[in-house]
């Protein structure tokens, strides 16, 4: 069934991936900007594109009410910039506001326009809650990293699922995103080796590709999914494993290792947390309610696709 799609991020890293895919698919997509000088790349990829202040009810009422949609995709961040692990408060802080109001705004315009169907980005990187085994499914609690400077990002993606969720919507917990775009600043830092091991490394991390999380939101827009669901690949891994094989795929040096005390002082709690306690994911309830197959089963296929 064709349907009318409205894609708020439509130009981020996922948005830029997703919108072509809806397309494909025989979709009608209206997808966002915040910045009239993107709307020829969201033309380009086969959407109607506008400008909207994901922070401005009013902006997103009118931009959802003229689009006249079937379904909403919430794909609204704004991270930029380099890694701010020590000082992620700051790093998210607007991202977080999208989270939060800009989440909101868009659950509000649904039910004014009456659109019954919304899907929102979620996080399931190594954020599982830090007991028991390494790899969390959706009946797991997240981590809300209290005390850290994660805190408020946690808060917010507990806010957005708790409001997308409760509205009969979907939250589409994404793992790591790596793909054209979404791991150059990192792999920079890896290359000029500012990206430590920390102490032994055994914090877990999930991972996906950028087409790979696409098309597990075609299929949640399809089948008006509801719930929660982890989008990730099939092998959450230790640091240990991940970052040195990165490092080889970008063709730099291996990762240096350093204590946790210093890692803690000059990188904050939450990068030690996520390299030595931090717990990944489980892809079975998506695989198998959504019939979602995964073009780069491993983030090992993935990255050395990415990096060749």
Same mark, same amino acid.
């Given at each position: 069934?064709?349907?009318?799609?409205?894609?708020?991020?439509g130009?981020?890293?996922?948005?830029?991936?997703?919108v072509?895919?809806?397309?494909?698919?025989?979709?009608?997509?209206?997808?966002?900007? /915040?910045?009239?000088?993107?709307?020829?790349?969201?033309?380009?990829?086969?959407?109607?594109?506008?400008?909207?202040?994901?922070?401005?009810?009013?902006?997103?009422?009118?931009?959802?009410?003229?689009?006249? #949609?079937?379904?909403?995709?919430? &794909?609204?961040?704004?991270?930029?910039?380099? %890694?701010?692990?020590? +000082?992620?408060?700051?790093?998210?802080?607007?991202?977080?506001?999208?989270?939060?109001?800009g989440?909101? +705004?868009?659950?509000?315009?649904?039910?004014?326009?009456?659109?019954? +169907?919304?899907?929102?980005?979620?996080?399931?990187?190594?954020?599982?809650?830090? $007991?028991?085994?390494?790899?969390? /499914?959706? $009946?797991?609690?997240?981590?809300?990293?209290?005390?850290?400077?994660?805190? =408020?990002?946690?808060?917010?993606?507990?806010?957005?699922? $708790?409001?997308?969720?409760?509205?009969?919507?979907?939250?589409?917990?994404?793992?790591?995103?790596?793909? %054209?775009?979404?791991?150059?600043?990192?792999?920079?830092?890896?290359?000029?080796?500012?990206? %430590?091991?920390?102490?032994?490394?055994?914090?877990?991390?999930?991972?996906? +590709?950028?087409?790979?999380?696409?098309?597990? /939101?075609?299929?949640?827009?399809?089948?008006k999914?509801?719930?929660?669901?982890?989008?990730?690949?099939?092998? =959450?891994?230790?640091?240990a494993?991940?970052?040195?094989?990165l490092a080889?795929?970008?063709?730099?040096?291996? =990762?240096?290792r350093?204590?946790?005390?210093?890692?803690?002082l000059l990188?904050?709690?939450?990068?030690?947390?996520?390299m030595?306690?931090?717990?990944?994911?489980?892809?079975?309830?998506?695989?198998?309610?959504?019939?979602? &197959?995964?073009?780069? #089963?491993?983030?090992?296929?993935?990255?050395?696709?990415?990096?060749?």
């Amino acid at each position: 069934m064709i349907m009318r799609v409205f894609v708020a991020g439509g130009t981020g890293v996922l948005g830029r991936r997703l919108v072509p895919q809806l397309v494909a698919r025989g979709h009608q997509v209206t997808a966002t900007t /915040t910045t009239a000088t993107k709307l020829g790349l969201l033309q380009r990829l086969g959407a109607d594109g506008v400008v909207m202040d994901g922070l401005d009810a009013a902006s997103v009422g009118e931009a959802v009410a003229q689009a006249q #949609p079937d379904t909403i995709v919430h &794909q609204m961040t704004a991270i930029a910039g380099k %890694p701010d692990m020590k +000082h992620m408060d700051r790093w998210f802080a607007t991202t977080n506001r999208l989270r939060n109001e800009g989440t909101d +705004h868009l659950l509000a315009a649904a039910q004014a326009t009456g659109v019954s +169907h919304v899907v929102a980005q979620g996080y399931a990187n190594c954020n599982g809650i830090r $007991e028991g085994g390494w790899v969390k /499914t959706e $009946e797991d609690p997240l981590d809300l990293m209290a005390g850290t400077s994660a805190a =408020p990002g946690m808060a917010a993606i507990r806010h957005l699922e $708790e409001r997308v969720v409760g509205a009969g919507g979907v939250v589409l917990r994404y793992g790591g995103l790596y793909g %054209p775009g979404a791991t150059d600043d990192q792999v920079e830092l890896i290359r000029k080796r500012q990206f %430590p091991l920390v102490g032994r490394a055994t914090g877990y991390s999930s991972w996906v +590709h950028l087409d790979d999380a696409a098309s597990a /939101t075609v299929l949640a827009v399809e089948q008006k999914a509801r719930g929660v669901f982890n989008i990730v690949d099939d092998e =959450p891994a230790p640091a240990a494993e991940w970052l040195p094989f990165l490092a080889a795929c970008a063709g730099a040096k291996r =990762p240096m290792r350093v204590p946790v005390w210093l890692a803690r002082l000059l990188a904050g709690e939450v990068a030690v947390v996520m390299m030595t306690e931090g717990r990944g994911f489980s892809n079975a309830k998506a695989k198998r309610e959504l019939g979602w &197959q995964l073009r780069y #089963p491993s983030w090992r296929q993935g990255f050395k696709q990415e990096l060749a």
